[in-house]
């Protein structure tokens, strides 16, 4: 096994407080340790392992209800802090499926807002989402998802943060592992090998509600702005924002306003 590099041991080790053991163990062990089990089992691992510096992220997206109900099912889950990013521009769909899943679950909800409003955003610098620039659409994601979720996670001290990303849904997710450090944090994957049938399956078997916006062609949900359904020129993630980005920022390693 590899383990890690220098930088990587100095970065998980001072950053968001993660102990000098976890430092020590690398990267793979840790991997190591994930691969075997079930997605319930790695969230469980995780909240042992971090305690109160664990959290877990959501969307209230087509999927989102799978990751949340295995949290509602795990041993001291009710203690986990769910990040929302609300960017202020979401569907209205997607505001009450996020009442009627919390309602059910007894999920501990944070919802995570950019200091500057969608109005005084759009005053100052436009609607960034629609020029077609890189730079604009770079600067979007950063004040409405990228500042916003840091903001929270380091609010409070989270060390290990899971999502419910898959490696089926944008090629960059092909290349992550169930463990990887992102923005000097790392970020769980428990469904990272899961399909859209596992996913389905899963949602069945617990009689799990869907996303309103699901009926009418959705299989991915973001702003009001950037999703679309399910078409002949494309589908999934490759839907948003006209095909111009599959990636919001929150999951691409890197510096913060660096390369997102």
Known sequence: MEC???G?????????GVDSGTAAAGLETLRAELEPLEPLQRLQWALNRFGSGFAMTTSFGIQSSVLLHMLSRLSGGETVPVI???TG?????????ASTLCER???RLVVAQSSMSPARMEA???RLWETGREQ???LYLRLRKVEPLEEALSGREVSCWASGVRRGQTELRKTMTVLDPIRERLSLRPLLRWTN???FYYMQEHDLPQHPLFDQGYSTVGDWHSSAPDGLESEGRGTRFGGQRQECGIHVPGVMGDGI
């Open 4 to 6: 890690m590099s220098q």
């Open 8 to 16: 990587t041991t100095d970065m998980i080790s001072t950053a968001g």
């Open 84 to 86: 929302w990013v609300d």
């Open 89 to 97: 521009y979401l569907p209205a769909e997607t505001y009450r499926y």
């Open 105 to 107: 679950l007894g999920t």
């Open 124 to 126: 100052v610098h436009g």
């Open 136 to 138: 604009d659409l770079d």
């Open 197 to 199: 049938r596992d996913v």
